[in-house]
């Protein structure tokens, strides 16, 4: 059975939060109330000087995301698309090289970030998921297993491109389109901190927040295990 002080912070009922407010309410499940020891162990993380810049820029961007941020009591005003956020955190992280790590089916996606990134002053190195031609077989895919059934099929290789990447000693590693558990690999394997500009979703035009968005009317068969 699960542990009732497990947290839940998803399924918080409160919209005054402890974690949001020192006057804030917290129910049993609370990891604020519940982690003292383990988030003070983590946030000395922060201390560490290259941590403690990147989570202060960090920071900062998100802030800078809002217009108009003096006018009280203050209204969200959102202003900058994913891809200005991750040109300007690059820019204040004085970052220079930036690689792509990004899906062969989304090449045309991978081609405008790197005409933005080059209007924007970097240097960019892009990898795509196929690069090695390592046939799918490697990794023990039968034949019926594959997309195209008796056909050659080179795999995804997260791990050549983080190798790649790493290779070319980038600072900062863009994901356009990995799949998913590919993207895994990557995040692990990867030098660099990486950032996800698109999550790939082949049926919702890669908007996976489509299908959480609707699970209570279109998408409700997700509510039930087994879909």
């Not at 129910?27 to 383990?38: D, G, L, Q």
């Not at 203050?74 to 956020?85: D, I």
């Not at 045309?108 to 196929?130: H, M, N, W, Y």
């Not at 994901?175 to 995040?187: A, E, P, Q, T």
């Amino acid at each position: 059975m699960k542990d009732e002080r497990s947290p839940e912070c998803a399924m918080c009922p409160f919209k005054d939060r402890i974690c949001q407010s020192k006057e804030g309410k917290a129910p049993e499940s609370c990891p604020t109330i519940n982690y003292r020891e383990v988030i003070s162990k983590a946030e000395k993380e922060y201390e560490k000087p290259e941590i403690h810049e990147f989570a202060r820029m960090a920071s900062i961007q998100e802030s800078e995301c809002y217009s108009n941020r003096h006018i009280q009591p203050y209204v969200l005003h959102p202003v900058k698309p994913r891809v200005q956020e991750i040109c300007e955190f690059a820019q204040k992280m004085g970052y220079r090289k930036l690689g792509i790590a990004f899906c062969t089916g989304l090449r045309p996606e991978a081609k405008a970030l790197t005409r933005i990134l080059d209007a924007q002053g970097f240097e960019v190195v892009s990898v795509v998921c196929k690069a090695g031609a390592t046939p799918k077989e490697v990794i023990g895919i039968r034949e019926e297993e594959k997309i195209r059934i008796g056909q050659f099929e080179s795999m995804c290789s997260p791990i050549v491109q983080a190798a790649i990447l790493n290779e070319e000693k980038t600072d900062l590693n863009i994901l356009v389109g990995l799949c998913v558990g590919h993207d895994s690999l990557f995040f692990k394997y990867s030098n660099a901190f990486c950032t996800v500009l698109i999550a790939k979703d082949r049926v919702l035009g890669h908007n996976p927040a489509g299908a959480l968005y609707t699970s209570g009317t279109y998408y409700a068969r997700m509510l039930r295990k087994g879909f």
